[in-house]
């Protein structure tokens, strides 16, 4: 199957700043990459579709101007979580689409203190 | 009405049995079907996908897919302790990129 590398895996920063979480597609092109988030036994929701070379579509509910996306190339999307706060501590999961099938990054552990 | 539904669980059954996960969704044009399997803290990993309807089978594991009433299942046969995870039900379809839409899961222990 396909490769999709996430990074960091785990990040704890202070309430404030902000954090930038990259992925990438290691041996394919991905012109879609998607932006879950997961809190503690709950499932993946949907945050965002992140479009090469285009404006990121998102989920309603889901705030924009503080979840930042960046898909600046064909294999790499970054989310950037500014002001980050405790409510913002989950699991970010990212994911790129070869065909039909959806390959998943490691996943980032985000605490916010 | 949820996208994708499962029964969250935990389903309990005993090592060898068979464990039965089922899945309903709500968009009819849904193409693409998938289970995924996620241990607690872990990204989810792809166990099976299926296109058509009927059944569709890799080792253990067989996928059946009923478009006409919109479901899909996974039975996990001769199940193993390390079995025990949270199956995720994903549907995808042809629209938004191929955006794939979760399921709520549904913990599956399976007794030693």
């Known amino acids: 199957g396909a490769v999709v590398s996430q990074h960091p895996s785990r990040v704890i920063c202070k309430s404030g700043t902000s954090v930038k979480i990259e992925c990438r597609s290691l041996?394919?092109?991905?012109?879609?990459m998607f932006w879950y988030r997961q809190f503690p036994k709950q499932s993946l929701m949907l945050m965002a579709t992140?479009?090469?070379?285009?404006?990121?579509?998102?989920e309603q509910g889901v705030e924009k101007d503080k979840f930042l996306i960046n898909h600046a190339s064909l294999t790499l999307s970054t989310l950037t979580v500014t002001s980050a706060h405790p409510e913002d501590s989950s699991f970010y999961i990212c994911?790129?689409?070869?065909?039909?099938?959806?390959?998943f990054g490691q996943g980032t552990r985000l605490t916010v203190v | 009405q949820k996208e994708v539904e499962q029964n969250s669980g935990p389903l309990s059954v005993p090592e060898g049995a068979i464990a039965s996960l089922n899945c309903t969704y709500s968009?009819?044009?849904?193409?693409?079907f998938f289970w995924y399997r996620q241990y607690s803290g872990k990204s989810p990993e792809l166990i099976m996908f299926?296109?058509?309807?009927g059944d569709k089978e890799d080792g253990r594991f067989t996928a059946q897919l009923n478009k006409a009433s919109q479901y899909v299942s996974l039975l996990i046969r001769d199940s193993q302790p390390s079995d025990s995870a949270t199956y995720l039900c994903?549907?995808?379809?042809?629209?938004?990129?191929?955006?794939?839409?979760f399921g709520a899961g549904t913990r599956l222990f399976v007794k030693a």
């Open positions: 992140s479009n090469e070379g285009s404006k990121a579509t998102y």
């Open positions: 994903a549907v995808s379809g042809n629209t938004g990129g191929f955006k794939t839409i």
């Open positions: 968009d009819r044009g849904s193409q693409s």
């Open positions: 994911s790129a689409t070869k065909g039909t099938e959806a390959f």
């Open positions: 299926i296109y058509s309807n």
């Open positions: 041996d394919f092109q991905a012109t879609t």
